[in-house]
């Protein structure tokens, strides 16, 4: 097997450090800037790093976000152009970077990771769900371009899941409470996130292009 490189954005932690990881245990070769090397906010950052890339990139996972909780007269354009720039414009220009060689070699698999918060939504929302919203929307028209070259992009999107991030946020009542909401009555751990991202990366994935996959232990079903 032809030996890959991956580009894995937000992978210092979380759910992005174990898709790292994963790809990692397949012998996966991972490139994972850390804020320093790559500033997504920074439109000057993202394309010094990528005109900086020594290596032809395989696997992508755009998985680096920002979330900002508010009211419509809590929040300002200013905050909507830095949500949308690290969460939308970021992962286009990145895949504008790699995709050509994707393409000439034709080989490619890029995963988004979304959000449910991108199907649904919620008080306080406004801007992050747009966001993932936006995010599916490119995945899909980026899939229907590129999968006559054997690119095949996809977008992840997950419920609630067990990170220092939740519990950063939420007292243990309210991480309780909102168990109760989720038919599996538990939150997603961090490797059912990274498993599923492994298989869209992977070359076992010959057919799956285009998709929104959501894992959420069936919260959107309600």
């Known amino acids: 097997m032809e030996k890959r490189t991956a580009l894995v954005t937000g992978a210092s932690r979380g759910i992005g450090k174990s898709i790292k990881e994963s790809l990692l245990d397949e012998q996966i070769e991972v490139i994972s800037p850390s804020r320093n090397e790559l500033d997504l906010s920074v439109p000057e950052s993202i394309s010094s790093f990528l005109a900086n890339l020594s290596t032809p990139i395989d696997i992508l996972v755009n998985n680096a976000g920002i979330l900002k909780v508010g009211k419509y007269n809590e929040l300002s354009s200013t905050d909507f152009r830095a949500i949308l720039q690290v969460n939308v414009v970021a992962p286009f220009e990145i895949i504008a970077g790699v995709i050509g060689s994707m393409k000439h070699r034709k080989f490619g698999r890029i995963v ?90 992977s070359e076992d994935n010959s057919y799956v292009t285009g998709q929104i996959i959501t894992i959420d232990g069936g919260y959107v079903c309600k």
């Open 112 to 201: 988004n990771i979304s959000s449910i918060w991108g199907q649904i939504s919620r008080e306080g929302r406004s801007i992050y769900s747009s966001s993932k919203a936006a995010l599916d929307a490119l995945t899909k028209s980026f899939a229907l371009e590129f999968g006559p070259y054997n690119v095949l992009i996809n977008s992840v999107a997950p419920g609630y899941v067990d990170t220092e991030l939740i519990k950063k946020h939420n007292t243990d009542l309210e991480l309780a409470e909102i168990k109760k909401t989720i038919p599996l009555q538990r939150f997603a751990k961090k490797n059912e996130i990274s498993n599923l991202v492994k298989f869209l990366c």
